[in-house]
Nanobody, 114 residues
Framework: QVQLVESGGGLVQPGGSLRLSCAASGIIFNIYAMGWYRQGPGKQRELVAAFTSGGSTNYADSVKGRFTISRGNAKNTVYLQMNSLKPEDTAVYYC????????WGQGTQVTVSS
């Protein structure tokens, strides 16, 4: 049974930074592809950043150069460092784990507003 718990969301001003965390349990962490998705108001869910099971990374064009995905030392946690935040980044951010099936956290709200 896989459980994913996101944290770190909140309200931030444009140009500010946040770091999201995803704690995974019930899995052998490294066999899953891990990533972050988001769904903004009136928009479809989209990939933000991800590690594949092969260790490569993938970023949405809209966040390249601003966001960085990384793993914790214990490798059961995935982070999303978000810098130079824009109002367009406002969304619910979801942690995802994929190993044949997709598993999702409950999401954490990120609001970028002055």
């Amino acid at each position: 049974q896989v459980q994913l718990v996101e944290s770190g969301g909140g309200l931030v001003q444009p140009g500010g930074s946040l770091r999201l965390s995803c704690a995974a349990s019930g899995i052998i962490f490294n066999i899953y592809a891990m990533g972050w998705y988001r769904q903004g108001p009136g928009k479809q869910r989209e990939l933000v950043a991800a590690f594949t099971s092969g260790g490569s990374t993938n970023y949405a064009d809209s966040v390249k150069g601003r966001f960085t995905i990384s793993r914790g030392n214990a490798k059961n946690t995935v982070y999303l460092q978000m810098n130079s935040l824009k109002p367009e980044d406002t969304a619910v951010y979801y942690c995802n784990a994929h190993y044949g099936y997709d598993f999702w956290g409950q999401g954490t709200q990120v609001t970028v507003s002055s």
